[in-house]
């Protein structure tokens, strides 16, 4: 599985997600593919031509603008937001969290249809639709 952490999250969770996933999945964080502030209007096309990729996100803006939006709903990627909770919590928590739903970001990252958006929950293991 390729997996870009985005702009909105810390390039050391992308560096020790790939340090603990190595040889199992690619980790990036958008800078190492884009340099920094790249618009979601730019990057989201771009990594949509590169094939599948697992965006992990704490940038609610691709739902809630409408070009944002619809250039992720016509990707080939499968997002995953932080809640607005658990984007504002320490780095730690975040880890923690995305750690403890790696499993079911697999499950759904493989089986979704592209263009696919998920929230992770501070607390619950439940991943839901957005």
């Excluded at 390729?2 to 040889?23: M, Q, R, S, W, Y």
């Excluded at 999945?25 to 771009?46: F, M, N, Q, S």
């Excluded at 079911?104 to 293991?125: C, D």
Aim: charged share 25%; glycine share 10%.
């Amino acid at each position: 599985m390729k997996v870009l952490i985005d702009e909105n999250l810390p390039k050391a969770l992308a560096c020790g997600l790939n340090g603990l996933f190595a040889g199992e999945h690619e980790i990036v964080h958008i800078r190492d593919l884009y340099g920094p502030a790249v618009k979601d209007i730019d990057w989201i096309p771009d990594l949509s031509k590169q094939g599948r990729w697992v965006v992990i996100s704490g940038g609610r803006a691709i739902k809630k603008k409408k070009a944002e939006y619809h250039v992720f709903r016509s990707s080939r990627s499968v997002g995953f937001f932080l809640a607005p909770g658990l984007l504002k919590a320490p780095l730690i928590k975040q880890a923690e969290r995305i750690l403890a739903n790696w499993e079911g970001i697999e499950t759904f990252a493989a089986g979704s249809a592209p263009g696919a958006m998920y929230e992770i929950h501070m607390s619950s293991m439940k991943i839901a639709p957005l």
